[in-house]
């Protein structure tokens, strides 16, 4: 009778399209067979072979690489995309901030004074320019 492995975490498994291979390291290598092959074929005009060989190697590798490499379930450029984040746009040093709940309340309790002294100074002005505003017909309108 027939054995069959069956793994435990069933999302390590991959639909395989063709030859055993993934639809991404089809897509991947066949770009490098695009890049690689061309390549190599133009500099064995120029160069002796064995370079043009590790030309192709060295241009091809990425692509490979991008195929194959996956750690904890993700794939190389995601991983690259978290080293680059860590090392180089992320602050070296992360200082240690909570959100105090009492100095929000505290924060909230000073922007409600300041619009309320706000609100005050605009009634004030409010009340005293037209308290104290007289038109202009009512001084004309006893001088004849």
């Given at each position: 009778?027939?054995?069959?492995?069956?793994?435990?975490?069933?999302?390590?498994?991959?639909?395989?399209?063709?030859?055993?291979?993934t639809r991404r390291q089809l897509i991947c290598?066949?770009?490098?067979?695009?890049?690689?092959?061309?390549?190599?074929?133009?500099?064995?005009?120029?160069v002796n072979s064995s370079t043009a060989a590790?030309?192709?190697?060295?241009?091809?590798?990425?692509?490979?690489?991008?195929?194959?490499?996956?750690?904890?379930?993700?794939?190389?450029?995601?991983?690259?995309?978290?080293?680059?984040?860590?090392?180089?746009?992320?602050?070296?040093?992360?200082?240690?901030?909570?959100?105090?709940?009492?100095?929000?309340?505290?924060?909230?309790?000073?922007?409600?004074?300041?619009?309320?002294?706000?609100?005050?100074?605009?009634?004030?002005?409010?009340?005293?320019?037209?308290?104290?505003?007289?038109?202009?017909?009512?001084?004309?309108?006893?001088?004849?």
């Open positions: 009778m027939a054995y069959v492995t069956i793994p435990k975490d069933l999302t390590k498994v991959k639909s395989k399209v063709l030859f055993g291979l290598f066949g770009a490098a067979a695009l890049i690689g092959v061309p390549l190599f074929f133009l500099l064995r005009k120029t590790v030309c192709m190697i060295v241009v091809m590798l990425p692509l490979f690489l991008l195929a194959m490499y996956e750690r904890n379930g993700q794939p190389l450029e995601v991983i690259t995309g978290q080293i680059i984040q860590t090392v180089f746009i992320r602050p070296k040093e992360r200082p240690y901030q909570t959100n105090n709940f009492y100095a929000a309340l505290e924060r909230q309790a000073q922007a409600e004074k300041e619009v309320k002294a706000i609100v005050q100074k605009a009634k004030a002005r409010a009340a005293g320019t037209a308290g104290g505003k007289t038109h202009g017909k009512a001084d004309h309108c006893g001088k004849a």
